[in-house]
């Protein structure tokens, strides 16, 4: 079974612009959860879909930070513009039982963004 | 509101011998326990979780846990542990179905 897929891998860019990424979950799986996790620290929640719907975003800054999962399967998530303290790792997960039931989470490689 | 406290920031080990790393958490309801690993580079390994039964909770790579409600603990263990087992870990918790909240992560260091 191929695992939670991420690209970039790696990207660095100036502050002030844009920046998107990508997150193919594993198959079937109905939940996709977007982390970021700041050198030092554990990964915190920014936004969690179910199938194509947000079930939390309350974490997510809205005035930079925007999320899509379009026909409940692949995700995006987009800062613009992005800011020196956006330096982290994003990471993706996917569990496969509908919200609301006990389900494991699989996390994808992430992807480690640089704000200069 | 719940949390998770990760005693220890470094741990650092000799090959060979055994290791805890320790892990409390705080919630007024029932919670799932994970622990998740992190090599350099790399997104998060699931090592083992407690959903509920039995309290000793075994994993991948010789790891396990035990989940102590009265002590609100989850803490993890290896017997012996290998070079190989250098890295991040992580401690977490969710209810069913929400996203996890994680401890700020052990960096376990293990030497020859």
């Known amino acids: 079974e191929a695992g939670v897929a991420q690209s970039p891998r790696y990207k660095i860019i100036e502050k002030r612009q844009s920046v998107a990424f990508w997150c193919n979950p594993i198959?079937?799986?109905?939940?996709l959860y977007w982390y970021q996790q700041i050198l030092g620290q554990g990964p915190k929640l920014l936004i969690q879909?179910?199938?194509?719907?947000?079930?939390?975003d309350s974490q997510l800054p809205k005035d930079r930070f925007s999320a899509e999962r379009l026909k409940g399967v692949d995700s995006t998530l987009k800062i613009q513009p992005a800011k020196l303290e956006d330096s982290a790792v994003y990471l993706c997960?996917?569990?496969?039982?509908?919200?609301?039931?006990?389900?494991?989470?699989?996390f994808g490689p992430g992807t480690r963004l640089t704000v200069l | 509101a719940q949390s998770v406290t990760q005693l220890d920031s470094q741990v650092p080990v000799f090959e060979e011998a055994p290791v805890e790393l320790r892990c409390n958490y705080s919630?007024?309801?029932?919670?799932?326990l994970f622990w998740y690993v992190q090599y350099p580079n790399q997104g998060l390994q699931l090592l083992l979780k407690?959903?509920?039964?039995?309290?000793l909770v075994k994993g991948i790579n010789g790891f396990e846990a035990e989940f102590n409600k009265s002590q609100t603990s989850f803490h993890l263990r290896k017997p012996s542990v290998h070079i190989s087992d250098t890295a991040e870990y992580f401690c977490?918790?969710?209810?069913?179905?929400?996203?996890?909240?994680f401890g700020k992560g052990t960096t376990l260091s293990v030497s020859s």
């Open positions: 977490a918790a969710n209810q069913a179905g929400t996203a996890l909240i």
């Open positions: 407690y959903l509920s039964g039995s309290t």
């Open positions: 879909f179910q199938n194509n719907g947000v079930v939390d």
């Open positions: 997960a996917s569990s496969h039982r509908l919200a609301g039931e006990r389900d494991t989470q699989y």
């Open positions: 198959s079937g799986h109905a939940t």
């Open positions: 919630s007024s309801v029932s919670v799932y």
